[in-house]
């Protein structure tokens, strides 16, 4: 089984609509991240959590929010979706006490906004 | 402005022969430097990482530089496969930041 899983893996959603996508992991790690994907932009940082009580804002947190609701979950939504939120969005994790804190990403999930 | 900077034209190697991908960066002193390769439709995986107090790190087929004055790593793939097509990503970490920093990534292809 995956370590970490994101749910759904697409979606297609109308201007105004309210989304959440989800992340679950079972590497035990305490951080995780939410980052979306723009062709020739890279990864770009939205959120992150270093604990279960700690929640801090990414280069580009506007229009997102988040929600740690356990270590092993942490979800992202989208209050009012617009086109421009359109992108690959993918959730990872970290453990700070191995080698370097590398983090292992999920699958993704491809959000389309109409 | 800070900047992290990768190939966006792709490269296009012969099997069998060495990739070298660069990653330069401008306005940044990252405590280390990691390397992440990405298959289409799914997430990164990470492959390798070097500390600024390094020069050089390998891992079986592949071999990274940090070069802190010149501001660049350097990635190698030696005996290049057709499966090592894929795009690659750096990413640097300040110790003044937990968070990491992606550049947009190269992508290589290895012809057979």
Redesign the interface.
């Known amino acids: 089984d995956a370590d970490?899983t994101q749910t759904p893996r697409n979606r297609i959603t109308k201007t105004g609509k309210r989304i959440m996508l989800e992340c679950s992991q079972t590497k035990g790690h305490d951080?995780m991240y939410w980052?979306r994907q723009d062709p020739?932009?890279?990864?770009?940082?939205i959120y992150?959590s270093?604990d279960v009580k700690d929640i801090n804002k990414?280069e580009i947190s506007d229009g997102y929010s988040v929600s740690r609701q356990a270590q092993a979950k942490f979800s992202l939504s989208l209050e009012s979706a617009i086109p421009n939120q359109t992108a690959l969005y993918?959730c990872?994790t970290s453990d700070?006490r191995g080698?370097?804190?590398?983090?292992?990403?999920?699958?993704?999930t491809r959000l389309t906004v109409t | 402005s800070q900047k992290?900077e990768q190939n966006?034209e792709a490269l296009n190697i012969q099997e069998g022969k060495t990739a070298t991908l660069t990653c330069n960066y401008t306005n940044y002193s990252p405590a280390?430097l990691?390397w992440y390769r990405q298959d289409p439709?799914?997430?990164?995986?990470?492959l390798l990482?070097i500390?600024e107090n390094e020069k050089e790190k390998r891992k079986e087929r592949l071999k990274v530089t940090f070069d802190t004055t010149l501001k660049q790593s350097l990635f190698h793939i030696t005996a290049s496969q057709p499966a090592d097509s894929a795009t690659y990503?750096c990413?640097l970490?300040m110790d003044s930041s937990?968070?990491?920093i992606?550049?947009?990534?190269t992508r290589l292809l290895v012809r057979p």
């Open positions: 970490v951080r980052y020739g932009l890279g990864l770009r940082l992150y270093f990414g993918f990872a700070p080698t370097g804190d590398e983090q292992y990403f999920g699958p993704g | 992290i966006s280390y990691q439709g799914r997430g990164p995986v990470f990482l500390r990503l990413a970490r937990y968070k990491l992606f550049g947009s990534g």
